[in-house]
């Protein structure tokens, strides 16, 4: 049907506008399309090259060097050595288990290290290297490289690891290192990141941890480019991080080793202490253990054993052991009556053997007694009951006061691990404590250092160096940090009478030097070197009536953890003091007979700064003590070896 011009143009008219309304939307769409990729590759461009960067470029950590551990003439004590491990990437290995079996039968494999490992494997992403083996040796590198083709995924790789060259001798100071576990991270509120790179290593225990914030030194890092799936396709820059400090220490690796071999086997700990500066010439703990084990990884078997030795070889004794510091505490208390003026030099007190104290009757370790002493006696030949009547005439709380002021019930400030405060008790501690009166038989027990007295070796010998110097010796560990010098421990004075201090230090000869006094068989023969000291033994049982009428049973007669703790302290020369020395042998017996010999043998080798000559020591014990100084010659170059093979 033919349509007239009319509606044709009606139709056409309709059509245009349909054109042009679907034009403008189309011209719209086009628009906002425009508009919107012009925003994100104009405006947002910056941002979106930044993502596409981070998506392609990683920032690896690259862990820093632990700094080194030195003695005070530049020995080394704790060192990084290289350390070969072997890995394994297990998208790279293809069958695990068969390289695994591969592998073993090539070198020797922990099946702990085995067991950890496939734990790790199963949790981390198939491109990251997971170790299988450390710590070990340049042998096995070899049989791995030469074997590569059997080996697919498994890659040797060198480190460096925490290495203690002197083994035993400075445990219980330095520490150890270990790998961070994740109790560590727990204990942190916001762990630094490479804290968290497989194995680690940080302080557990001891200077390594104590000074770990100076030790770790800071991180560099790496930027390395990845591909779509994370694995590492090449390196593009890097910036090498800060190495820890160096740290030399006060102590005498010579010094130390002497004690530790003289120390033996017996639980025991020995302090020397430089009157002069308060260095810390060598802290001996025995027995001890080597902390190279723990590096590498101790076996629960060998833990155990440690944990389980009744002589607690973990334990540094030097510092966080605290005992009853015996009669080697009575110079404090005839300090205290001397400066408040209760007593003079020449005042005495008659000793029956005991002394009655509220309807009990305190006894003399002599049951006889000493008859009529005066200070000077009843310190060199240690009569109980002279102190007795000194504590009651002045008093728990001027004691504890003066303890204190002598280094007792203070925890002195050194970078170890649990540095024990001791104890110098008053009324207020016990009522505070305890919930109880102060009784007048506990002064009584508190003046000749036992009852609740306190006492670590560390304390006993800054005790004695302040005895000696009349200056607050205050103990320093560290001697320099990157070559920098840290303050002298040589303290202020005292403030004390010094009428009174020589009136001690007089005492205190005679009981090494008197043929009366409680140490006189282990006397300095040396004229340069005379030595003054205090003999201690202090009980750990209580003595019963009945015990003492039949006779009190001898130490050696009881079992070892029933015996008295044996003590000694001294300092040497007499007229310049140089060196203080304090020497606690657990359950040895008698102070005389046990500690005494032990810390004259360690004072004259810090004095001679090597072997002392024969004639330095009392003719009978010569014999004795030429035998120990070849034995100890021939243990120094054992360790020497062993020491040389570590590092």
Known sequence: MRRNPRELMMLNRVSTRRALLLGGVQLAFAGGLAM???????????????????????????????????????????????????????????????????????IELDPEDLDRAQNEMRRSPPFLPVTLADQIDWNDISKVAVNAPALPGITPEVGLTRVYPRGADFANVIGYV?????????????????????????????????????????????????????????????????????????????????????????????????????????????????PNLFVRGISVADYRGLLEDPYRPLASKSVQGVYPPGSTFKMITAMAALEDGLIGPDDTVYCPGYLEVSGRRFHCWRRGGHGHVDLQTSLKQSCDVYYYDLALKVGIDKISAMAQRFGIGVRHDLPLSAVARGLAPDRDWKQRVHGQDWLIGDTANASIGQGYMLASPLQLAVMTARIATGRTVTPRLIKSIDGIEQPSGAGEPLEMNETNMRTIRRAMYAVSNDRRGTAYGSRIIEDAFRMAGKTGTSQVRNITAAERAAGVTRNEDLPWERRDHALFVCFAPYDKPRYAVSVVIEHGGGGSSAAAPVARDILL??????????????????????????????????????????A
Request: proline content about 5%; overall charge neutral; charged content about 30%.
């Open 605 to 646: 080798q810090a004095l001679y700064g090597d072997t002392p000559p024969l004639t330095a020591y009392p003719a009978k014990d010569r014999d004795r003590v030429k035998a120990l100084q070849e034995r100890l010659h021939r243990e120094k170059l054992r360790r020497d070896t062993e020491g040389s093979g570590r």
């Open 36 to 106: 919107r990729m012009r925003y994100l590759q104009v405006d947002q461009a910056d941002q979106f090259r930044l993502l596409a960067e981070e998506n392609r470029i990683n920032i690896r950590l690259i862990p820093p060097t632990r700094g080194k551990i030195f003695d005070r003439n530049g020995n080394v004590l704790a060192q990084n050595s290289p350390s070969y491990r072997i890995v394994i990437v297990r998208e790279d290995a293809g069958d695990v288990d068969q390289v695994l079996q591969n592998l073993s039968e090539l």
């Open 178 to 290: 270990g790998p961070v576990s994740d109790y560590d991270l727990s204990k942190m509120e916001d762990p630094e990141p490479v804290l968290r790179i497989p194995r680690f290593q940080i302080g557990k225990v001891g200077l390594e941890a104590k000074r770990e914030d100076m030790l770790r030194g800071k991180a560099g890092a790496k930027r390395v480019e990845v591909n779509a799936t994370g694995r590492v396709m090449r390196e593009l820059d890097r910036r090498e991080g800060q190495p820890g400090a160096d740290l030399q220490l006060t102590v005498d690796a010579e010094l130390q080793a002497y004690i530790q071999a003289r120390l033996g086997q017996d639980s025991a700990s020995a302090v020397v202490l430089d009157c002069e500066t308060g260095d810390l010439r060598a802290m001996g703990s025995s027995p001890s253990f080597d």
